[in-house]
């Protein structure tokens, strides 16, 4: 057991160098949710909404599909959404960058509140070349920092207990620019400032 803390620690560490500065679209909060299905029960005593068959939800970049999804609204306006299927999926763009977030999952947890998004059973995160799997994936889009675990307790397959990372190295190139880091420091003169007269 003791080894198994020690590799979640570990990937815990790899995530955090692999969410670095990127930041998930800061505009996605203040858009609207927009949700599509083959049909919906609405109970508005308990604030809870129903969307069943080829479920699509949507707030700006932000995207679920699933199977089943039940949306709550707690007194301050928050939403929660509880999407499962085989497999549910989230996709989100990164702020500043065309990249975006995916993540899978027989069961995903999304709420507005906290911005966090956690994935569980076939658990899986990828950005560009990265990816990570595991039991249960929890992701926070406000810091974008990622927490895996496997399932120690899977007698019929150990292999599928652990947690799976493949963390590409960082492009050197995008770091420290060439043409900024060897070019030659010019001096210029300012066409916005006036002339003093003699």
Request: proline content about 5%; some cysteine; hydrophobic content about 30%.
């Amino acid at each position: 057991m003791n080894l198994f803390l020690n590799k979640l620690v570990l990937c815990s560490l790899l995530l955090l160098a692999w969410g670095g500065t990127v930041r998930a679209e800061n505009s996605d909060r203040e858009k609207p949710i927009h949700l599509e299905s083959d049909r919906v029960i609405v109970d508005d005593i308990s604030q809870t909404s129903v969307f069943e068959g080829n479920v699509e939800l949507t707030q700006g970049t932000l995207q679920i599909h699933a199977e089943k999804i039940v949306l709550t609204q707690d007194k301050q306006g928050y939403k929660h959404c509880s999407a499962t299927g085989k497999l549910a999926s989230f996709r989100q763009k990164h702020e500043g960058t065309p990249e975006y977030m995916e993540g899978y999952g027989e069961r995903i947890e999304y709420d507005t509140r906290t911005e966090a998004v956690d994935f569980f059973v076939q658990a899986r995160v990828k950005r560009a070349q990265d990816d990570v799997q595991g039991d249960h994936i929890a992701y926070s889009t406000r810091t974008e920092i990622f927490q895996v675990s496997g399932d120690p307790n899977n007698i019929n397959d150990p292999s599928k207990g652990r947690v799976h990372a493949v963390i590409q190295p960082r492009n050197k190139e995008t770091a420290t620019s060439p043409a900024t880091k060897d070019a030659p420091l010019t001096i210029q003169s300012s066409p916005t400032l006036s002339k003093q007269k003699p």
